[in-house]
């Protein structure tokens, strides 16, 4: 196993990681009754051109989740946490998440999001120490819920 780098210019990388996602948000949807996640439309082009910043979870040479943020001052935000079905229960998404925070030294609070009937996803940010600061419809019938974690200095 190994964290690192994606390059969104790599190809192979791209399409491995759209593979990925599509993945797992399709099993995302199916738990939250909307197939209308932003992601889920996207095609290569669109990921490549993210200004994300994206590390994935190697097994094995290959990829078996990603994470994806951007970091504005103080401000960490997770934009995609995404692991692939076969992978599921495995930590991945913890990994990512503590590797990140690792990483991205400075900040002052962490935000992400989520399905709002998504329920290991909003079990894996509690764990992690977020806290939920509520729910939002993004587009009609699809509602997130807010989590934040505020850094103690």
């Known amino acids: 196993m190994s964290i690192g780098r994606i390059y969104l210019q790599d190809m192979e990388?791209?399409?491995e990681l759209l593979e990925i996602q599509r993945a797992a948000y399709l099993i995302e949807a199916e738990l939250i009754g909307s197939f209308a996640i932003p992601a889920l439309q996207e095609?290569?082009?669109?990921?490549?051109?993210?200004?994300e910043i994206f590390y994935g979870y190697w097994i094995d040479d290959?990829?078996?989740?990603?994470?994806?943020?951007?970091?504005?001052?103080?401000?960490l935000d997770i934009y995609r946490l995404v692991v692939h079905p076969s992978y599921f229960r495995r930590g991945i998404g913890k990994a990512l998440v503590s590797f990140v925070?690792?990483?991205?030294?400075?900040?002052?609070?962490?935000?992400v999001s989520t399905g709002a009937r998504n329920l290991p996803a909003k079990r894996l940010y509690?764990?992690?120490?977020?806290?939920?600061?509520?729910?939002?419809e993004v587009i009609p019938g699809l509602w997130i819920t807010l989590f934040?974690?505020?850094?103690?200095?």
Request: aromatic share 4%; glycine share 14%; net charge negative.
């Open 13 to 15: 990388q791209a399409k």
């Open 43 to 51: 095609d290569l082009e669109t990921l490549q051109n993210s200004d």
């Open 62 to 75: 290959r990829l078996a989740g990603a994470i994806s943020y951007k970091k504005e001052g103080g401000l």
């Open 101 to 111: 925070e690792g990483v991205e030294e400075g900040r002052e609070r962490i935000i």
């Open 126 to 136: 509690e764990g992690l120490g977020f806290s939920e600061r509520g729910e939002r």
């Open 148 to 153: 934040e974690k505020i850094e103690r200095c």
